[in-house]
């Protein structure tokens, strides 16, 4: 990696007052007075706004983003993280990290989100049990076995838009994420039918219980159901104190 490669990283990828430089950085200060729903918004628009204005992406665990070029190669958790970090840093400071790395990754989504209590006000997140219940600028985050390694991915983390019945068991979720998987509905898909890994939106099925719990995803035609670990937070407004 080169020095200057390491200094953008350096300034991008820094948890602390200077979280995520970028042109939407200072009104994401502002972010813990808003309702509720005027933070999922925010956090669905700016996962929106990025995907529009990509012009090179790839999928890569050592992140790079270049906002002036639209070049964001990142995988799943440092885009999610990226955008909560444009909208609110406090909030993503709240999901814990590993010391080693710069932002949490998929795993520690799932498991901080499945740890939330149901009904948590004030807290800054809440779990959300129902797939049903699921709205747009929630985020969803699943853990692979196996425990984490350096390296490697450990799971999935996405920003979610409102979901859809497809059967009983089956709903399908539109998302905003960073993936090497093709996806129903894809946007990475090329008109020749190549498919070009990084940002960009697709639809995930998943299989729910009886109660409307996710218990399962598929991530496109083709694909088995995955029965991995599935935990769904919402961004709330914090307490001033």
């Known amino acids: 990696m080169t020095s200057n490669r390491r200094e953008f990283l350096k300034n991008v990828l820094t948890i602390g007052a200077n979280l995520w430089v970028g042109p939407y950085a200072a009104g994401a200060l502002m972010a813990h007075t808003d309702d509720a729903s005027s933070l999922r918004d925010r956090v669905a628009q700016e996962a929106e706004r990025i995907i529009a204005s990509v012009r090179h992406t790839k ?19 440092e885009y999610v993280s990226y ?8 909030h993503l400071a709240l999901i814990p990290k590993e010391p080693s790395y710069p932002v949490p990754r998929a795993y520690k989504y799932c498991e901080y989100f499945r740890a939330l209590r149901e ?39 996405f920003v979610a838009d409102t979901p859809s019945r497809v059967s009983e068991q089956i709903v399908s979720v539109p998302v905003f994420d ?14 020749d ?19 409307g719990r996710p ?14 670990p599935i935990a769904i937070g919402r961004i709330k407004p914090l307490i001033q104190g």
């Not at 270049?66 to 958790?77: E, I, K």
């Not at 959300?128 to 853990?143: E, F, V």
């Not at 960073?178 to 008109?191: E, I, M, Q």
């Open 59 to 77: 999928y890569q665990h050592d992140a790079y983003i270049d906002v002036a070029t639209g070049t964001y190669d990142v995988d799943c958790s």
């Open 83 to 90: 955008v909560l970090g444009l909208v609110s840093k406090r």
């Open 119 to 157: 009904n948590a006000p004030g807290e800054g997140w809440q779990r959300i049990q129902h797939l049903t219940q699921t709205r747009r600028g929630d985020i969803i985050a699943w853990a692979l076995p196996g425990g984490p390694q350096k390296d490697r991915d450990t799971g999935h983390v």
């Open 178 to 191: 960073s993936s090497t998987v093709k996806h129903y509905d894809d946007s990475r898909l090329h008109s």
């Open 193 to 211: 039918g190549g498919f070009h890994d990084g940002v960009g939106r697709g639809t995930i099925h998943f299989r729910v219980d009886a109660a």
């Open 215 to 228: 218990i399962a995803f598929q991530f496109g035609r083709g694909d088995h159901f995955h029965d991995d």
